[in-house]
Structures are given as C-alpha cells and as structure tokens.
C-alpha cells in the first residue's frame, strides 16, 4: 500500500533550537517527495521536494531509500516557521499525491 | 501571475442538496486536481483532470464528480449531501512537465 506517515502530530521547540519532522513513507517503486507548509489563515504550498535537492528557508529534506524516510530537518528554528508541514508522496501510476497526516510545528520564543 | 482561485469560499448547505465548487487554475496551468481535507482523514484527493479529460480518481464515492473546461477552469459537484460531507475542499494547479502542485485557499463547505 502507498502511505505517508508522519508520526508526530505536534513538534513544539524553542526558537533556534534544531528542527526534525519525521516522514516516512510506503511505496514500491522510485517515489517522488515533497514537503508542504501551511501557514495560518494562508494556503497550502509547496515548500521542497526530493529531486530539487534544494534548501528553502534553511529547511533541508534528505530522501533515505534505506529506511524509507524523507525528514525534514532546519538546524535553527525561527517563530516565523510556526506551521503545519505535510509530507507528500507522487504516486507515479495514479498520478494522486499522497499526504501525511501532517505535524503542527510550534516555536516558542 | 495570478494565483489559483476558489469560489465560493464558504458554503452552507443542508444534506440530500447538491452542490458546485468552482477552481481557477493559475495561466497555462492545464491540470487541475481536487482535494478534501477533514479533521480526521487529513488531505485525500479526489481526482484530477488534464486537457478537460479525468486523468486520476480517488477512492471517493460516484456522488462526487467533475468536470474540466477548455480553458482549464474545473467545478467539483457532489450530489445528495451528507453530513460527512463537510470538509475544505481544495484544488491545485500544475504546469506541464513539471509535478509543482499549487494550491487554492479552498472552499469550506458545511453540511447541515
């Protein structure tokens, strides 16, 4: 079966603290990962994605064949990164995006 | 450009009615996708149309449908509403050639 969990469902740091959100995944195949944030009273968007290998906001995500794991790592937290993140897998034959059920993360100043 | 827009943004309606759901793609985004999050299930997409062609079904009963024009524009309809039916339904745009999904601010419909 094609599942996303992330196992956390509040992460709560202090401010400059390091971040991890965990996401692990199930799918047989290459799969295709992505992070979303939400941000209060804002729309869902896009914030990484596996094959960009990029770093936004100082947010990294490493893909871990091995363990089946795409966490999402920030070594500083900052108050502005108050917000829901969502782990997403593509599935490549149905063309759905597969979301987690999320991790509400709170950083306190 | 301008975003991916979502009308109407609210909606009350009473079970056993019908409803339409409107979704502006962003300009030369030709997929459109739809999705409904809840409290309790979290974000489960329901399908999504390419080229005014449904390309991709969720496991949703046949009461939801939709429908793609040439311009790209999407509705959503779910028919004979029940009350689990009250949910924020959002839709994301994407351009070819490319897996970005953007997404609307959603349209929150209450069933009552």
Request: charged fraction near 20%.
């Amino acid at each position: 079966a094609q599942r996303v969990t992330q196992p956390e469902k509040l992460l709560s740091v202090f401010k400059g603290a390091p971040v991890e959100l965990k996401c692990n995944y199930s799918y047989s195949g290459s799969p295709e990962l992505f992070w979303y944030v939400q941000y209060s009273r804002q729309r869902l968007q896009l914030l990484l994605r596996h094959i960009s290998r990029e770093s936004i906001k100082g947010f990294t995500a490493d893909l871990n064949k091995g363990e089946t794991s795409f966490h999402l790592k920030k070594p500083f937290a900052q108050e502005e990164d108050s917000a829901m993140y969502y782990c997403a897998l593509l599935s490549s034959n149905t063309g759905k995006l597969i979301f987690g059920q999320g991790t509400t993360l709170q950083v306190k100043p | 450009k301008a975003g991916v827009t979502q009308t109407p943004r609210y909606l009350i309606k009473t079970r056993g009615q019908q409803v339409t759901l409107s979704c502006s793609p962003i300009s030369g985004h030709r997929s459109v996708s739809w999705y409904q999050q809840t409290p309790g299930q979290g974000l489960q997409f329901l399908f999504e149309y390419f080229s005014e062609t449904q390309r991709n079904k969720g496991n949703f009963p046949g009461r939801f449908s939709g429908r793609q024009f040439s311009n790209s524009r999407s509705e959503m309809n779910v028919s004979t509403l029940e009350l689990g039916d009250s949910a924020l339904y959002l839709c994301a745009s994407s351009s070819p050639g490319t897996n970005k999904q953007f997404f609307g601010p959603g349209t929150r419909l209450t069933v009552l």
